[in-house]
């Protein structure tokens, strides 16, 4: 199966805190993203009759949210942010360092699938500059130094 | 985690103790005593009108009376209806719901249990940005210590009131803060904000009456009711009462979070709380309350943090988020950050939002790399009214709003770029 029974049924038990099934869509994306790596059309089209909808509908609500993909990428997810207060502090200079140091443009997976590099739009850690997520974590107050540190130590 | 505010007051001042992030930690600091009294001896509609006599206004942005918000809903026999918590936080500059997300996850609940209360809702919803994972998992665990303890669930604190709390995961979308883009999102759609009326009171989360409160804003609710409308009007202003948590970031000494009486001068903020401009430099503009609002040039600072007075000089107080900036930016580089922002983040579903986004961010980068035309500033002008008031939300005015007032209190680095055929801000921050 595309998706497993036991992933199935926790989706269907987290369905059950909405009033409607589709609620539970991004919970249910999210989950499938971090068991399967991506939610690919294989993915939405076994997805779409828990949530009473098409496969393309699905693929439609991923498309929307910066943090769901339908393609396949690096095993961590590293987003530096390079809005207006972390620009300030120097933020894109420093991702220009990490692009250095890991040999890939922001959009790119490196060659090992180890790390896909992005920037962001605002974590909400704009006191504590430069800063980037790792997955679910947040590294602040970062120099080139202390996130290489970060970075390399990732499996 | 966050970390603690460098100035505390009602809301936070105990923010920094790790224990204060659990039930009994809380109840220690007489945490949940007004939801124990409140669920018991007050009627939703005394609740209600505490609330509104304190003239408590929204802390997620736009300021409106969060009283008479919770008005709007129809009476409690019309089940079910939904109180939708907004911690969807993502206006640049703003880490402040991140802080009482992930410290003080139950004086959020206990707001809500007495939000909920007051307009008759059976079930909340708690929607956090997707980047905020930490806050999610302090929330969840609070949801279930609250649970265990009759806190939540069927008779809550033996009141007869039953309220139930889901803590949801957006997944990355600036727009899903706008209410009706987070309603949609709730309900496992693209967020697209959605035409008003109806109102969410009328037609919400699930096609059910709802009402869609900021973090903050629940978070003063408890020391309302605990204390009374009287002392919360006793700090802030006579139009904008209570304190609220300014977030201090870009070219200050000491940037964080600082909870402080609206009304505080932003120049106090500024040089007093924050340290001043680091480096001994200089202030060319600040951005008073997160990146959608208008920027005020260093001669106007002397303006109280409230939206009757920043609305005078232009602005307004938005999420509290200050951005500062030194002597040395490049006003047309911020444009650039700016509008990048706005670009990435529209929504697309208005033509005037989705290609003036565009084509601002076009025309200032083209403008900052040295091959704008003095035609461009102008046309600058045009794409932001054309955008104004043209959309389904606001979102085109908030990408409209900064790059008219960067035009305006700095159009002499707009000319200088247009004339030297270049950037010769040489100190400024890098794009």
């Known amino acids: 199966m595309v998706i497993s029974k036991a992933i199935r049924d926790q989706i269907e038990a987290e369905n059950a805190n909405y009033p409607r099934a589709r609620g539970g869509l991004l919970a249910a994306l999210h989950r499938v993203q971090r068991e399967y790596g991506a939610i690919t059309p294989e993915h939405a089209t076994a997805l779409a009759p828990i949530f009473d909808m098409t496969a393309v509908e699905v693929l439609a609500v991923v498309s929307f949210y910066d943090m769901l993909s339908s393609q396949p990428a690096g095993r961590h997810q590293v987003r530096v942010c390079t809005n207006l207060s972390c620009s300030l502090a120097g933020a894109r200079e420093f991702l220009r360092e990490i692009e250095n140091h890991l040999g890939i443009t922001r959009g790119e997976t490196s060659a090992d699938g180890r790390i896909t590099l992005g920037h962001e739009a605002c974590l909400g850690a704009c006191a504590n500059a430069p800063m980037m997520r790792v997955d679910d974590r947040y590294y602040e107050d970062l120099d080139t130094e202390s996130a290489r540190q970060v970075l390399d130590a990732l499996d | ?431």
């Not at chain 2, 224990?19 to 007489?30: I, N, P, S, T």
């Open chain 2, 1 to 431: 985690m966050q970390k603690a505010p460098h100035v505390t007051d009602y809301l936070t001042r105990h923010c920094a103790d790790d224990e204060y992030g659990c039930l009994r930690g809380f109840e220690a600091q007489g945490g949940y005593r007004a939801a124990h009294t409140a669920l018991r001896e007050m009627t939703p509609q005394k609740i209600l009108d505490e609330v509104r006599q304190a003239g408590l206004q929204g802390r997620g942005g736009a300021g409106f009376c969060a009283g008479l918000k919770w008005s709007f809903m129809p009476a409690p026999e019309q089940q079910p209806s939904y109180l939708v918590c907004n911690a969807d936080e993502s206006e640049p500059g703003s880490f402040k719901d991140r802080l009482l997300l992930e410290r003080a996850p139950h004086q959020l609940l206990e707001g809500i249990l007495l939000a909920a209360r007051a307009i008759g809702a059976q079930k909340s919803f708690i929607y956090i940005r997707g980047e905020y994972a930490e806050a999610a998992r302090v929330m969840q665990r609070a949801v279930d210590e609250a649970h265990a303890k009759g806190y939540l669930g069927d008779d809550v604190m033996g009141s007869g009131f039953s309220h139930d709390v889901v803590v949801v995961r957006g997944a990355g979308s600036y727009i899903c803060g706008e209410e009706t883009a987070l309603l949609e999102s709730l309900e496992g759609k693209r967020g697209h904000p959605r035409v008003k009326p109806p109102f969410p009171a009328q037609r919400g989360a699930f096609d059910r009456p709802s009402t869609v409160n900021n973090v903050e804003t629940l978070c003063h609710v408890p020391h309302i009711i605990g204390r009374g409308a009287a002392w919360f009007r006793s700090t802030g202003t006579e139009k904008s009462p209570g304190t609220t948590l300014f977030g201090v970031s870009g070219h200050v000494v000491r940037p964080g979070l600082f909870e402080l009486p609206l009304g505080t001068p932003l120049d106090e903020i500024i040089f007093e709380h924050a340290g001043g401009v680091a480096d001994g430099r200089k202030v060319k503009g600040v951005i008073p309350g997160g990146l959608s609002m208008p920027i005020l040039p260093a001669g106007e600072l002397d303006v109280a943090m409230a939206n009757e007075f920043l609305q005078e000089k232009g602005s307004a107080l938005g999420t509290g988020g200050i951005i500062v900036m030194d002597d040395r930016t490049c006003m047309v580089r911020t444009a650039c950050v700016i509008s990048e922002f706005y670009r990435a983040e529209s929504c697309g579903q208005c033509g005037p939002c989705r290609e003036g986004t565009a084509w601002i961010n076009d025309i200032v980068t083209r403008v900052e790399r040295g091959t704008g035309t003095a035609e461009d500033l102008e046309l600058l002008v045009d794409i932001c009214d054309g955008m104004e008031g043209q959309t389904i939300c606001a979102f085109a005015d908030a990408a409209a709003w900064p790059v008219r007032a960067l035009l305006k209190h700095f159009y002499a680095d707009f000319e200088r770029h247009v004339r030297e055929g270049v950037c010769s801000f040489s100190g400024s921050f890098q794009l």
